[in-house]
């Protein structure tokens, strides 16, 4: 198992981009898909389509999202944390996606920028 580290700066405050991460209708913006996600531990989500899904382990409402996701037919989640911090009128999100199996490592760390977090960016910056 691997672990991916990546870290994004918004042109947006922390406020807008952890809308991003969990609310549903924001989420449909950026992805494209319908999804099911809150800003609560315990709440099971699914992004595109079902596609990746899990649970929210641990929140504090603008500053941490840590998340158990399953992908395909994986017999235990990886762990994926996203690490929010307000720098002037922008934000640092670092992303820590451990427990990845390793012939997924470069999919998933590709997905990251080209499909989540890069979205993300795109979206809040227009």
Do not use: C
């Amino acid at each position: 198992m691997k672990e991916i580290k990546q870290t994004y700066l918004i042109n947006s405050p922390v406020e807008k981009v952890w809308d991003a991460l969990v609310n549903p209708k924001v989420i449909e913006k950026w992805s494209g898909v319908p999804a099911k996600m809150d800003d609560k531990a315990g709440t099971k989500f699914e992004l595109w389509g079902g596609d990746m899904y899990g649970t929210n382990t641990k929140v504090v409402k603008n500053k941490l999202l840590e998340q158990d996701w399953y992908g395909g037919d994986w017999d235990k989640p990886s762990k994926v944390r996203f690490e929010l911090s307000a720098k002037n009128n922008q934000t640092e999100v670092t992303l820590t996606h451990s427990g990845v199996p390793e012939e997924e490592v470069n999919d998933f760390a590709d997905g990251w920028k080209r499909y989540y977090l890069g979205e993300i960016k795109k979206l809040l910056e227009k």
